[in-house]
Every structure is written in structure tokens, then in C-alpha cells.
């Protein structure tokens, strides 16, 4: 009886566990901060645990959604408490539940106030997260959207550096003003559908193509911000850089992810004419940002800035495979996804433990660091190899789909060229990361602050190792991965498929031409 209650209802346990243990920890150990750290590991740990069961759960065969849930909320039905799960999400469930435990840990002497806060913070923050990941009525998927923002306003407004309260309000009023735009499209398409905010009856709708053009630039405004893509990315380096330690490892490491989720999940399939039109337009957008991020990434002195630039980079390839409209593409976007939290994630953990040491992060205040810490040192050459795509490790697998397919899209103009530009974004990326290595690692060492300072504690170790061991992992062994998630990226771009398949001769639809990149046009309706 007892495990049936689980197993019948899990998605709604891997999601509100870490709500009930903040809860917990508010209204019973408020002031207790040892008490508050091993409950909210111990949290964090079921919480992995549950999603493990989901992992091993799922059939990929079908793509489908599974582990459904699904009860009547309010408005007659029209809205729903509907969570469902298949294989681009499960990845990103397990994305958030592996780095929470691993992110709790690494406070454990870095934080040295209102623990039990910050804790309790955290875990609300990784509901809001899964809830995201896993909604499919759109209500309640903007209600987790939403939430997400106050506990991490919080974490960087109360617990970051000397600007933290700038960082933070930025990072509120941008996330804040494109979720109103995504508000009104909804409203829009949940009167379209007739009163209904599920997401199936939503991808039944036929709109025309200027409908879906206004509805698609409203969603895809929100997601943008998230990723964030160029132009949009400016409120990235602030919250990274005056984040702590944790709140920057969250921010890279799944946060980024809730934007081209989005894309992915509805932007894309709820509006297939908008998104082939749009592809062009999103595909230059993400070229830019993959160069772009590499540049200003080059010149920074401060090491956290240099990831936090970093991140828009490799954003842009997810943004540039999804907008491929290839499955391998979408596939090799979704990997990276992973991908990124992983080695960014590790990143960011390893300037943290540098700076609790030294209290810096300038460049120039380091050197001949691996004489001294050579774990340290090692374990940082893995993550930043991986960062920058090294075959072997898992940044690799990811970027090398994204820019298959994207060369191989019949629905990309320029699509070669643009493989061409995005490839010179992994040159610079491997430049600026060795660059960093170099001035921070090797050489004698030129700082008398820095001699004596030891490596890797116990605790450091068993929060690096797992994410050494998914690098390796991911880069030798990718089905892992690809094999939960090719279905499901399938069925999200059969609306796109219908349409490139679909005769050219109904009498209820006008026409939308697309210049293909040989010159050839290809002619798709505006319904569905």
C-alpha cells in the first residue's frame, strides 16, 4: 500500500519532496544550521533516489508521455494539475536531482549565514524546477515558471557579492517582463482551445500563420531571456558573477536549461509554421551569441566571468541544434543541455573552492597554481577540456549532432555556413579556456598568498568525482542519454514533419514558401 502510493503518484513526489523538505526545515530547525544542512541533504538524496526510479521506469520505445497525473484544478476543467513525463524531460530531472545534493554539499563551509534560509531556498527552487520540467497543463507550467524566480532573487539578492542587489532585480525585471508577454499568449491560445490549458488540445489548434507568428515571438521572447540568447544575455554575467557558489552552479546548470526547454517543448511544436519561418532569424541570433560569448569570454580577468561568458556560447549551439529542425539536431541540443550543466556546473564549483581559499578571482592573483593543489588542478583540466568539447568527455557528443545536424537541414537557408561560423565559436572556446589554464595553473608560481594553500578536501572530492564520472561517462557511452531522448524529440517535431509533408492542395489554407539552401523553394500550409 505504502509503495503503490508512491509509485502511483511519483511525479508529484519527485516534485514537492524538496517543497515539503524546505518547509520542514523553516518551521522546525529555522535557526539550526547543522540540522538544516543534513535534512536538506537528506531531501536532496530521496529526492535522487525517486528520480532513479523514474530512470529505470521509463520505456523509451514509444517517446510518449508516461507516469501521467492528471486532476481537474478549477474553471470546469479547463485547467488541470497535469504532470507527465518522457524522455527530454526525464533527462532534465535527473540534470536538477543529481547537482542538488552534490550544490548542498559545496555550502557546507562555504556559507557561513542564515544556513537553514539558503537551504530551504534551494530545495523550493528545485521543486519550482521539476514542476517545470514536467507540467503539461500550460497554467501550471507558468505557475512553476513563475516561481522560480523568488527563491532565486533571494539566493543572489541575500547571499551574493557587493552588487548582488542589482544582479538580483535585473535578473526579476528581464525574466519578469518576457513571462508577461508569454501570459497574454496563453491567455490568447486557452480561449482558442475553447477553455482548455492542456497542452495536447493546444497542439490541435489550427491557427493561421500570422497568429502564429505573434504567438510564437511571445513565447519565444520568454524562453530567449532564460537561455539567455543574444541580445537578451546581458543580466547573465551580473547574477553569475555576484551569485554565490551554489546559486551560480543552479543558474548554469539547469536555470539556463528552463529556456530552451521551451523552445523545445512548445514554442516549436505549438507553432510549426512560426518556427520554420522564425528558424532563420533564431539560427543568426544563436551564430552571433556563439561568437560573440567566445570573444568577451576571451578578454575577462575575472575567472568567474569568463564561465559565466562561457555560457552563452554553448547555449547557443542548444538554440542553434533546435532551430536545425533536425532530429539529430534537437537530440544533440538536448545532450548538450546535459552536457553544459555538467562541465559549467563543475566549473563554477571549482572557482568557488579557489576563491574560499585566496578571496579572489582576478587572474593575475593566480599562477603556478598546479604545483601546489595538483588535485585540484587535475580534476579543473578535466572539467575545462570537457567544456570546450575534447572527444572522450561529454561536451563532445553534443556539439558534434548539433553541427551534423544543422548541415544536413532542408529547412535552414545557409545552414553549411552557418556550421562554418558556429565551429570557429569551438576554436575560441578552446582558446580562451587554455588561456585560462594557463595563467591560473601553470608557470611558477608568482603569488607568495598562493604557496601553502591545500588541495581538495574530502568533502570537495566526493562533490567533484560524480561529475567526473558523468563526463567520462556521457562522452564514451552517449546512448545513455540518446536512446531515452530520441523518441521523445521525434514526437515533439512531428507537427514540423506533418508539415513538410503535408499536400500542398487543401482549399481551407493559404500557402508560406520557404527558401531552401540550394535555392529551391519548398511550399507548406499554415494549419495543421
Not at 340 to 364: A, D, K, N, P, Q
Request: hydrophobic fraction near 55%.
Amino acid at each position: 500500500m505504502g509503495l503503490s502510493l508512491v509509485t502511483d503518484h511519483i511525479l508529484s513526489w519527485v516534485t514537492f519532496l524538496p517543497l515539503a523538505g524546505a518547509l520542514l526545515i523553516l518551521l522546525l530547525v529555522p535557526r539550526r544550521a547543522t540540522a538544516a544542512f543534513w535534512t536538506a541533504m537528506g531531501v536532496a538524496l530521496a529526492d535522487l533516489g525517486l528520480s532513479l526510479m523514474l530512470w529505470f521506469g521509463y520505456d523509451p520505445g514509444p517517446g510518449t508521455d508516461q507516469f501521467t497525473e492528471r486532476v481537474a484544478w478549477f474553471m470546469n476543467g479547463g485547467v488541470q494539475y497535469h504532470l507527465a513525463l518522457d524522455g527530454i524531460s526525464l533527462v532534465l530531472v535527473m540534470l536538477t536531482t543529481i547537482l542538488g545534493p552534490l550544490v548542498i554539499l559545496s555550502t557546507r563551509k562555504a556559507l557561513k549565514d542564515r544556513v537553514p534560509l539558503f537551504v530551504a531556498m534551494y530545495l523550493l527552487l528545485q521543486t519550482a524546477m521539476i514542476g517545470t520540467f514536467l507540467a503539461r497543463d500550460m497554467l501550471l507550467f507558468y505557475v512553476f515558471w513563475e516561481l522560480m524566480l523568488i527563491p532565486m532573487y533571494f539566493i543572489i539578492g541575500i547571499w551574493g557579492g557587493q552588487r548582488r542587489i542589482y544582479a538580483a532585480v535585473k535578473f526579476f525585471i528581464f525574466t519578469m517582463a518576457g513571462s508577461v508577454f508569454m501570459l497574454v499568449a496563453i491567455l490568447y491560445c486557452y480561449f482558442k482551445a475553447g477553455g482548455s490549458m492542456a497542452l495536447a488540445d493546444w497542439l490541435q489548434l489550427e491557427l493561421g500563420f500570422q497568429e502564429q507568428i505573434w504567438l510564437f515571438v511571445a513565447f519565444a521572447l520568454a524562453f530567449a531571456i532564460k537561455v539567455p540568447l543574444w541580445p537578451l544575455h546581458t543580466w547573465l554575467p551580473d547574477a553569475h558573477v555576484e551569485a554565490p557558489t551554489a546559486g551560480s552552479v543552479v543558474l548554469a546548470g539547469v536555470l539556463l536549461k528552463m529556456g530552451t526547454y521551451g523552445l523545445l517543448r512548445f514554442a516549436i511544436p505549438l507553432f510549426p509554421d512560426a518556427a520554420v519561418a522564425s528558424a532563420p532569424v533564431m539560427a543568426i541570433l544563436a551564430v552571433i551569441g556563439i561568437i560573440f560569448g567566445a570573444l568577451v569570454a576571451w578578454v575577462q580577468t575575472d575567472v568567474k566571468k569568463l564561465v559565466a561568458y562561457s555560457s552563452v556560447s554553448h547555449l547557443g549551439f542548444v538554440v542553434l541544434g533546435l532551430f536545425s529542425l533536425t532530429a539529430q539536431g534537437m537530440a544533440g541540443g538536448v545532450f548538450q543541455m546535459l552536457a553544459h550543466g555538467l562541465s559549467t556546473g563543475g566549473l563554477f564549483l571549482l572557482v568557488g573552492i579557489i576563491y574560499e581559499r585566496r578571496h579572489t578571482r582576478e587572474m593575475s592573483d593566480f599562477g603556478g597554481l598546479a604545483h601546489g593543489m595538483p588535485g585540484y588542478a587535475t580534476v579543473f583540466m578535466i572539467t575545462m577540456l570537457a567544456s570546450v568539447g575534447l572527444p572522450g568527455l561529454c561536451g563532445f557528443i553534443g556539439e558534434f549532432m548539433i553541427l551534423l545536424g544543422t548541415f544536413s537541414s532542408q529547412l535552414l537557408p545557409h545552414s553549411k555556413l552557418m556550421v562554418v561560423l558556429a565551429s570557429t565559436g569551438i576554436i575560441l572556446g578552446a582558446v580562451y579556456m587554455l588561456w585560462l589554464y594557463q595563467k591560473v595553473f601553470l608557470g611558477p608560481v608568482r603569488n607568495e598568498k598562493n604557496k601553502g594553500l591545500p588541495d581538495l578536501s574530502l568533502r570537495e572530492w566526493v562533490v567533484l568525482v560524480p561529475l567526473v564520472v558523468f563526463m567520462f561517462w556521457l562522452g564514451v557511452g552517449p546512448g545513455l542519454v540518446l536512446d531515452k531522448v530520441e523518441s521523445s524529440v521525434e514526437r515533439v517535431l512531428e507537427p514540423i514533419t506533418a508539415l513538410h509533408d503535408a499536400p500542398a492542395d487543401h482549399h481551407d489554407s493559404h500557402d508560406h514558401a520557404v527558401v531552401l539552401p540550394d535555392g529551391d523553394v519548398m511550399t507548406t500550409e499554415v494549419k495543421r
